[in-house]
């Protein structure tokens, strides 16, 4: 790196401050935040690890948009607005100028998009891989942040958006499955490289009357549901034909149906799971229009305990051991 | 590591919440948590990499302890109070169960030292060195943030204990300087693996009429005066000879005088650095006696801008560019 980490946080990162006071101009020992009285403070960490949770040849903008969108799916999933981030990020030794230029750009895109400013954090450097480490502050209505432990028996089961995207756009990119359609590829290449987070749903279901549980998806459907079941104590029923999919992944899972296992445990979806009284069904429907995102119920929360999938013709399906392992903080 | 990453968090970190509520068991997507309306959060950030910010050989139970250290030596400078901190460790592949133990069991010992939870965070596994972020929340009384933009001309310049021990730690440890007395050692080794963060005085520094600027020594006294004196608009002059040293520190310098480099800019000390006027005087030894800490008055702020360092004949002490670089966030 020929900028020292003092012109790296000079030139590249105070400017994702946004001018926010609360960083104190990244030039004191910590930020300084006030939060309304009737606001609480929700705080989400991730870590990310280059060659374990992104490919180090990846685009440099769009590691750094992916790290952050993480985080903002955190928050969302808790319902929560953004405030501010903290960006502990470890460059190799051998980062060069124009790669920690891209880097900024594409995060100062995130940045304005979300209206999350940099509030913080350090720069250092390593002898290993490219480590990221996020710590995302929201906030919420006090006492109306969702929680997983918040789902009740006879609920039913929603996602947003459409589910495996992006652990197919991972296999097209590593070149495990090919497509031929070339709008296909990018789309899931697209869906892997930089998840959505769904705030505005987020900030919206907060207000839904018989709101339920809700997380984000980011091990995997079956995975997370059962993250819900055990927070909630109860067990869940999930329809696979109400899955909601892609064109791009419907058109995989015609030449090849045994990748429906990545569409249900593959994880990296980071759209939003919730579950939600019956009479939730009309504030939902109308959020679909307002916000023009597809939400679908995909299933009922039951008593009881674990998480059943129901195939086309209501037997249930056995699949690997759901969801992967690589990335198990609190996230 | 034979423990699943699940197992780490729930089997070693969940009892280092304290039970804290905020922490919803580490168990959902964020933490929550609400301020007194009368109070203000503060944040901290700051990574840490074998190699770079500690041996990997050091013990795990000190490289934990240092780690959440630096972050309240953060906390301190703002006068903050702790709340709670999120850790993001990305742990090498080799990392064995009883490495992870003993690192577990030294972060909570200084968790329950400092009554500091932890409140979330991740746990990835890496193929490069052992990285450790830390996102550490403090909280003070609106508007009472100690700030390193405070100082003014006519102010006394003060520290709080002994500077030099931390870098001549270091030293002794990778043995670039041998002490035949074991107890001045073992004491400079300690201050390196294990500093004190000056979170009791940083607390009272707060409430001190005629208070200035503060931060805590991290990078090396001669470049942090330098950081407050370009946030103030100020320039310092130091005394040397008022510098307080340790016992063990002051019989290496008296074998080599040129160490006191070293002390002047070696870095590692996390005492903290503060200005006040001269009407603060009274209070800050009634301090002295309360917390059982030395604070020592080294120098003067004065108008114009940089540091100068007037060695014990009253003349101006030149030495080499000051400070280490290889941490430079916002700490």
Redesign the interface.
């Known amino acids: 790196m020929s900028r020292?980490?003092?012109e790296i946080?000079n030139e590249l990162f105070s400017p994702l401050t946004l001018g926010d006071p609360r960083a104190?101009g990244?030039?004191?020992?910590?930020?300084?935040?006030?939060?309304p009285?009737d606001r609480?403070?929700?705080?989400?960490?991730?870590?990310?690890?280059a060659?374990?949770?992104f490919r180090p040849e990846d685009p440099p903008d769009l590691i750094a948009r992916k790290a952050l969108r993480v985080n903002l799916s955190?928050?969302a999933?808790?319902g929560?607005r953004p405030e501010g981030f903290?960006?502990?990020?470890?460059f190799p030794y051998s980062t060069c100028d124009s790669w920690l230029e891209t880097f900024a750009s594409g995060l100062r895109q995130d940045v304005e998009t979300f209206q999350i400013p940099v509030?913080?954090?350090?720069?250092?450097?390593?002898?290993?891989?490219l480590?990221l480490?996020l710590?995302a502050?929201?906030s919420?209505e006090?006492g109306k942040?969702l929680?997983?432990?918040f789902a009740q028996a006879g609920d039913d089961i929603y996602v947003s958006g459409s589910l495996g995207d992006g652990a197919l756009g991972l296999k097209v990119i590593s070149e495990e499955v090919s497509l031929s359609i070339t709008n296909h590829r990018e789309f899931l290449k697209d869906r892997y490289l930089l998840p959505q987070p769904r705030v505005a749903l987020g900030l919206a279901l907060v207000d839904v009357p018989g709101m339920g549980a809700c997380?984000?998806i980011s091990d995997g459907l079956v995975q997370d549901i059962g993250?819900i079941c055990r927070?909630s104590g109860v067990g869940a029923v999930v329809e696979m034909s109400q899955i909601p999919l892609s064109d791009a992944t419907r058109s995989l899972l015609k030449a090849s149906p045994e990748l429906m296992d990545s569409v249900l445990t593959g994880g990296d979806d980071y759209e939003l799971l919730f579950s939600a009284r019956s009479r939730a069904r009309p504030a939902l429907a109308a959020l679909v229009s307002a916000l023009g995102l597809p939400i679908t119920r995909i299933g009922r929360i039951e008593t009881g305990a674990g998480v059943v999938v129901l195939d086309g013709i209501g037997e249930v399906r056995a699949f690997p051991k759901g969801g992967y392992?690589?990335?198990?903080?609190?996230?």
């Open positions: 020292s980490e003092f946080i104190l990244l030039k004191d020992d910590a930020a300084v935040l006030a939060l009285p609480e403070l929700v705080v989400t960490a991730d870590a990310l690890v060659g374990v949770h955190d928050l999933a808790m929560a903290f960006l502990c990020a470890a509030l913080g954090g350090d720069t250092v450097a390593t002898p290993g891989p480590t480490s710590t502050l929201g919420v006090k942040a929680r997983r432990s997380m984000d993250h927070a392992n690589h990335c198990l903080g609190t996230n």
